[in-house]
């Protein structure tokens, strides 16, 4: 069962990343996500989902080692870029990679906010997507993000160690118009 992704509840943006049967945009039974993410030791590493779309973090090749790289996978509603890309429909019914900015440059962790993306690559920048009404992405402006941009005033200066929080590890969260980062300590 490890790596597999289960989902339940609303679908009206297909943020199940699953159809559902009958005529209903609800399901109260817990079913595993269509595509890979479903299916025994997919690689899947870490979740998050805002108000109506969902991200997996995924370890190449189902790689449980740790050396290999992260993808972020996404579903669910797009209309505000929220998936990173102009490239695709205002939602998306079931797993697709996302790629652009994080293609190039890597993935150590991800976070979704109320309608957005959030990304550590693999410079140590924070990189966002999505809606941007309050300028909660730091951006430097308020409309909202079409594809990964690197934030204003922040770039993470210590080593990274993993995913989980050990000393000098990223912690992000994002809010409904906000957003923060900071660097684990244990001293």
Known sequence: EF???????????????????GNTSRDQQMELVEGFLGQKRSGCVDIDCGWSHCIAVVRDEGDMGGDSELQLFGWGRNDKSQLASVNIQNTISTPQQLKGHIAEHGIKEACCGAESISVLDGRND????????????????????KDFTKIKGARICSPFHSTYKEDGSVLMASGGGHFFATIVSTD
Not at 3 to 21: A, I, P, S
């Open 126 to 145: 924070i990189v966002s997507s999505g809606w941007n009404e309050h300028g909660n992405l730091a951006v430097g402006h308020s409309t909202d993000v």
């Open 3 to 21: 790596g597999r992704v289960y989902t339940m509840g609303d679908n009206k943006y297909n943020q199940l990343g699953r159809e559902l049967q």
